[in-house]
């Protein structure tokens, strides 16, 4: 174990009484308020949308193929996410660059469709401040598409950084990438909610 680690007590091994470590119980947090925040949004938008007479339909203003792909790559990153977890815990330094290495590529698939999107949108003249719904939709997504964007940062990190921390402490940043995981997962969770309720509905 680093110097740095047996400084910083409950690094990777559960605290008594939280029963978890240090930085799982950080990102749970964070986490936290983070579901206070789209949970607001949500609400606000729902609200919005059931006292209006005239709401669009999602399918006929939105592209819902596009938004399928994304939702499909965005499901298959979270396995790729899995298994670099996976690949660490089992010890597998390699699979776990491979895995990682996807998972960050994916979330770059997922922005680029969003960009070709919102391409179109702005072609045709819909911005934000063309209406209520388009605000709506280009706030949720655009605050999705910048958790998107430092997952991939921190992901990208792990990939270039990860073989320095696991030669120093694999525990470790077998840990740090459990935390990066479940932010991920959030992530994730959030377009599985967004997709239905902007474009399906």
């Keep these: 174990m680093s110097e740095s680690a047996s400084s910083i007590r409950y690094i990777n091994r559960p605290h008594p009484v939280t029963g978890v470590t240090n930085a799982k119980l950080g ?26 007479a005239s709401w669009p339909h999602g399918p006929a203003t939105l592209n819902v193929p596009l938004a399928t ?18 690949s660490l815990a089992t010890g597998n330094f390699r699979k776990y660059r491979l ?28 911005f934000p401040a063309a209406s209520t719904f388009y605000a709506i939709y280009f706030t949720l997504t655009g605050l999705h598409g910048l958790h998107v964007i430092g997952g991939i940062a921190v992901n990208l ?8 921390l696991w030669q120093r402490d694999p525990e470790r940043l077998t840990n740090r990438i459990e935390c990066a995981g479940l932010y991920w997962h959030f992530v994730d969770l959030v377009w599985i909610f967004l997709f239905p309720i902007l474009y399906l509905l």
């Design 27 to 52: 990102i749970w947090c964070f986490l936290a308020s983070e579901v206070m925040l789209f949970g607001a949004l949500f609400s606000t938008y729902l609200l919005l949308r059931t006292g209006s």
């Design 69 to 86: 792909l994304n939702t499909l790559v965005l499901i298959f990153s979270s396995v790729t996410m899995v298994m670099s977890w996976a």
């Design 99 to 126: 895995y990682l290495g996807l998972t960050a590529l994916m979330g770059c698939v997922f922005l680029v469709v969003k960009g070709f999107e919102y391409g179109h949108k702005f072609e045709h003249h819909h």
């Design 157 to 164: 990190y792990f990939l270039f950084r990860g073989r320095v």
